[in-house]
Nanobody, 124 residues
Framework: VQLVESGGGLVQAGGSLRLSCATS????????MAWFRQAPGKEQEFVAA????????RYADSLKVRFTISRDNAKNTAYLHMNSLKFEDTAVYYC??????????????????WGQGTQVTVSA
């Protein structure tokens, strides 16, 4: 399974971005998906997760008001919609996947496959 993130960039505080994670190698409908992020000098942080059939989602408590995870299995793509971005959202955002295991797990150990990451920079 290969994961490729896109959609990162530089945005002003208060703005929005949509990250995409394109999957290949296995049908997207086989994969539970998640987003993590890592800011400079900080630990990797769980952002959101979604089951293979979109039946369940999970969010980091501090982000669930502003972030939304979704997917389109017909396009083999998962998304992270980020609104009202703050300076502290600046990080490298990683897409992760597991083959129908772990549900909406928040631990990175639950995910077998990872993308290369996409940089999100929010200017204050």
């Amino acid at each position: 399974v290969q994961l490729v993130e896109s959609g990162g960039g530089l945005v002003q505080a208060g703005g929005s971005l949509r990250l995409s994670c394109a999957t290949s190698g296995r049908p997207s409908s086989w994969l539970n998906m998640a987003w993590f992020r890592q800011a400079p000098g900080k630990e990797q942080e769980f952002v959101a997760a979604i089951t293979y059939d979109s039946s369940d989602t999970r969010y980091a408590d501090s982000l669930k008001v502003r972030f939304t995870i979704s997917r389109d299995n017909a396009k083999n793509t998962a998304y992270l919609h980020m609104n009202s971005l703050k300076f502290e959202d600046t990080a490298v955002y990683y897409c992760a996947a597991a083959v129908r295991s772990g549900g909406t797990a928040s631990s990175p150990r639950a995910y077998e496959y990872w993308g290369q990451g996409t940089q999100v920079t929010v200017s204050a």
